[in-house]
T-cell receptor, first 113, second 109 residues
Framework: EAQVTQNPRYLITVTGKKLTVTCSQN?????MSWYRQDPGLGLRQIYY???????DKGDVPEGYKVSRKEKRNFPLILESPSPNQTSLYFC????????????FGSGTRLTVV | SQQGEEDPQALSIQEGENATMNCSYK?????LQWYRQNSGRGLVHLIL?????REKHSGRLRVTLDTSKKSSSLLITASRAADTASYFC?????????FGSGTRLQVQP
């Protein structure tokens, strides 16, 4: 089944403790992206990747890092999480940026205390 | 901004009725996409309509696009309780998808 898989689905962590949210797609998509969703603010793009080893900032990149060493994986790294990063995170992939529909993962609900 | 603005913000209908959601945008586009999000879940791509198309159907969904008015509509016919969700229109060009606030549709059984 074609899908984007995120892990974990739920995560509670403490301020400052580094964490990684994994994202993997099995559709050989070139484009991958991370979004966060907050009440009243909608979905905002954090980072995106046009292809392997090509990443760029979205609208809200502060406090996040990403890497794209393989085509299928696009992990989101929070080096020193803070409470304002408590949010619902989504990974998405697409054959290309903008011209195709995106496939979204099921989301990761992160709470930073 | 390439973001779409959905209208109304919220819509409540009875099962079996049709639901119409509208979208307006400001920039030129290559295509326009509609997504659905059930509460707290991932978004699901519903339909993509290209800028040279005026209408597109997919099952119970009918999407129209008027590029001269920079507007689109999504019609869900014979709605079901399972259609309860938020719906987002996403006008797209060369930039990444930008999502608005969506229309929250409630279908009462």
């Amino acid at each position: 089944e074609a899908q984007v898989t995120q892990n974990p689905r739920y995560l509670i962590t403490v301020t400052g403790k580094k964490l990684t949210v994994t994202c993997s797609q099995n559709m050989n998509h070139e484009y991958m992206s991370w979004y966060r969703q907050d009440p009243g603010l909608g979905l905002r793009q954090i980072y995106y990747s046009m292809n392997v080893e090509v990443t760029d900032k979205g609208d809200v990149p502060e406090g996040y890092k990403v890497s794209r060493k393989e085509k299928r994986n696009f992990p989101l790294i929070l080096e020193s999480p803070s409470p304002n990063q408590t949010s619902l995170y989504f990974c998405a992939s697409s054959p290309g940026q903008g011209a195709y529909g995106y496939t979204f993962g099921s989301g990761t609900r992160l709470t930073v205390v | 901004s390439q973001q779409g603005e959905e209208d109304p913000q919220a819509l409540s209908i009875q099962e079996g009725e049709n639901a119409t959601m509208n979208c307006s945008y400001k920039t030129s586009i290559n295509n326009l996409q509609w997504y659905r999000q059930n509460s707290g879940r991932g978004l699901v791509h519903l339909i993509l309509i290209r800028s040279n198309e005026r209408e597109k159907h997919s099952g119970r969904l009918r999407v129209t696009l008027d590029t001269s008015k920079k507007s689109s509509s999504l019609l869900i016919t014979a709605s079901r309780a399972a259609d309860t969700a938020s719906y987002f229109c996403v006008p797209t060009g060369r930039r990444a998808l930008t999502f608005g606030s969506g229309t929250r549709l409630q279908v009462q059984p």
